[in-house]
Nanobody, 115 residues
Framework: VQLVESGGGLVQPGGSLRLSCAAS????????MSWYRQAPGKGRELVAR????????NYADTVKGRFTISRDNAKNRVDLQMNSLKPEDTAVYYC?????????WGQGTQVTVSS
């Protein structure tokens, strides 16, 4: 199993970023996928989750209405569109695959929101 995140970077408050996670090594379309984040000095928290065929999504209250999770099962990819970014969104963002044998994490991508 391999999860590779991309798309992080430095953005000004109010800006947008789109994170992508390329998955391989498992039947991607069968499993729910999530994005988590971890800010400095804090625990890892769930940002958004999408079911296997995208029928249901869930979001943390802190990002609801600003972030959108989506997936492309043909490309084995899950994305996180982040709009109206705030300094408190600064964190390392991780892709997470919910497999029956256990969860798998990507290496993370840094998002910094600062003027």
């Amino acid at each position: 199993v391999q999860l590779v995140e991309s798309g992080g970077g430095l953005v000004q408050p109010g800006g947008s970023l789109r994170l992508s996670c390329a998955a391989s090594g498992f039947t991607f379309s069968r499993y729910a996928m999530s994005w988590y984040r971890q800010a400095p000095g804090k625990g890892r928290e769930l940002v958004a989750r999408i079911t296997s065929f995208g029928g249901r999504t869930n979001y943390a209250d802190t990002v609801k209405g600003r972030f959108t999770i989506s997936r492309d099962n043909a490309k084995n990819r899950v994305d996180l569109q982040m709009n109206s970014l705030k300094p408190e969104d600064t964190a390392v963002y991780y892709c997470y695959a919910e497999l029956p044998v256990g969860g798998y994490w990507g290496q993370g991508t840094q998002v910094t929101v600062s003027s």
